[in-house]
């Protein structure tokens, strides 16, 4: 639903979630920004993972490893070699596709001739080939002839009147078909083209290093330090969060296809008997995981990868897919990578990973489960989830659209709105105020004094904020005794309230947001 999606967009922006990196400047191409709250939720998201997957957990421990990777680990990780995906050009738009992801489409190439006009003193001349979808103008095709000429003189500010267009032929192509203006074919054969961005490193700039293309590495390349230094046994795990990198031939679909970007990995070490076992397992608990932030079960697709289309390592490959307003796509992959990576770190090292099991006398080199998830494919998730639109009709049969996003408590990036009910009285304020220094030392809060409160509601609505508390004239004992002290607590989902005594009002809220 594309609609959709262009709303999510433009709110995601609006309300400060996420920006284009350098914007100001017209923008970095699959490279994004998070503004206050979408670092908020990041923040929760990251934290949530972490409290699971480490901190409740006696197997797993973490370790936040370096984002610049010498050479010989991605060359023994096969990353130098093979890190790639297919690429064709475009002849005519110099765009640069994943050739595999290339639409198959049928429908009618026009071939032109475009020459200046002769009056400008320009004679460059050049042929152009358009595809034209089944059932489209042909008017069109001679529009886009005339952008791509433009182009092609690198001069935009041509007037398309200057541009004399021929039309010199027209042929029926199908799906696989590729067409260029000279020789009949539209984009060049495809090539790997290495996705890893590179950089020059040392004093003389003269050594490489890599942006790391997954977090995954430096778990392998450090497995035997943990191992080593935490006196734990097989089956464990080492978790990471962090950036990275890949030059993504068409990034795409807002953050879901970034060039920079955030993953949460598990490497989980085992015996060899126990790993397709494990992978289910892991399966499962990630499974669990999406449940309980708020991505629910029915919205998850899992595929179980078929023999033939796995990693040449990989014994079994879960991937976990959302159902994005976009499509149904991949927000992780939990896989049962055998013993392949410390394998080729072993080799490419030379020296021994294996592990001595003290128990069984056993030596072996451990095999790897690997849940791997993406942090920003995961916030788009759950934005996409909890983005809403709700008709409501008042008393008077008058109807009204209220956004919310309707976040878990847990993953909201604001926990709890503060409103003196009106600004210019200082009791309320006073009270407000107080409230907030409390409540901040354990949550986010935004507090907010401007224009009625049910348009302050609606702005909480918005981002997400689960409850919001008021500060009103019964607060401060005009309606008896009963009410002194009390505030309305606002709930966002059933928009209900209810009176909750200051002094209860942080436990409640701590209950509430965990
Ligand atoms: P895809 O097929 O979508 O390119 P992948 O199978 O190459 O993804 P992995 O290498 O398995 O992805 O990476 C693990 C996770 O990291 C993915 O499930 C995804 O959530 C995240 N991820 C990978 N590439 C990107 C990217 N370019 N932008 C955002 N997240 C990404």
Not at 225 to 231: A, I, P, Q, T, Y
Request: proline content about 4%.
């Amino acid at each position: 639903d594309p609609a959709r999606m262009e709303k999510i967009v433009s709110l995601c922006k609006r309300r400060g979630f996420i920006f284009q990196a350098g914007e100001l400047y017209g923008g970095l191409n699959g490279v994004w920004d998070y503004g206050p709250l979408g670092a908020e939720l990041k923040r929760n998201l990251k934290e949530y993972w972490w409290r699971k997957t480490v901190q409740e957990r006696d197997d797993v421990v973490g370790m936040d490893g370096s984002i610049l990777t010498m050479e010989q680990v991605l060359v023994s990780s096969g990353h130098v070699g093979g890190f790639s995906d297919p690429m064709s050009d475009c002849l005519l738009t110099k765009a640069r596709l994943r050739a595999d992801q290339i639409p198959e489409q049928d429908g009618t190439a026009v071939w032109f001739s475009a020459a200046s006009h002769p009056a400008s003193g320009w004679s460059v001349q050049r042929e152009f080939a358009v595809l034209v979808a089944p059932g489209a103008e042909i008017g069109s095709a001679h529009k886009t002839a005339r952008k791509y000429y433009a182009e092609f003189l690198s001069n935009k500010q041509i007037s398309p009147k200057e541009i004399e267009l021929v039309e010199e032929r027209r042929e029926e192509v199908t799906g696989t078909t590729r067409f260029n203006p000279e020789n009949g074919s539209l984009l060049t054969e495809p090539r790997q083209f290495n996705l890893m961005l590179q950089t020059n490193f040392g004093a003389t700039g003269d050594q490489i290093a890599y942006l790391r293309p997954e977090t995954a590495q430096s778990i392998f390349v450090q497995y035997k330090n943990v191992l080593d230094s935490n006196r734990i046994k097989l089956p464990f795990g080492i978790a990471q969060i962090g950036k990275s990198f890949r030059n993504e031939i068409n990034p795409r679909n807002y953050t879901f296809r970034s060039r920079e970007f955030e993953q949460m990995e598990i490497e989980y070490f085992c015996h060899p008997n126990d790993g397709m076992r494990l992978t289910d397992e892991w399966l499962e608990t990630r499974l669990c995981f999406y449940d309980e932030i708020g991505i629910p079960r029915e919205k998850l697709h899992v595929l179980d990868i078929p023999d033939g289309e796995r990693a040449f390592y990989s014994k079994k490959t879960y991937d976990i897919e959302y159902e994005f307003p976009f499509g149904v796509q991949e927000l992780e992959g939990v896989a049962y990578r055998t013993d392949y990576d410390l394998g080729v770190h072993e080799k490419g090292a030379g020296k021994s990973l294996i592990y001595f099991d003290e128990e069984t006398k056993e030596k072996f080199l451990p095999h790897v489960v690997e849940p791997s998830a993406g942090c920003d494919r995961t916030i788009l998730a759950l934005i996409c989830e909890a983005f809403d639109e709700e008709t409501l009709t008042d008393e008077k049969g008058k109807q009204d659209v209220r956004t919310v996003l309707r976040f878990k408590p847990s993953m909201a990036p604001v926990k709890v709105g503060i409103f003196p009910l009106l600004k210019k009285n200082e009791e309320q304020v006073k009270i407000a105020r107080d409230i907030q220094k409390q409540l901040q030392k354990w949550m986010t809060v935004s507090y907010d004094d401007g224009g009625a409160v049910g348009r302050r509601y609606r702005r909480q609505d918005e981002v997400g904020t689960p409850f919001c508390v008021t500060i009103d004239f019964e607060t401060l004992g005009e309606s008896g005794d009963e009410l002194k002290g009390t505030v309305t607590v606002r709930h966002r989902d059933s928009m209900e309230q209810e009176r909750i005594a200051i002094d209860a009002l942080l436990p409640w809220l701590l209950e509430r947001i965990r």
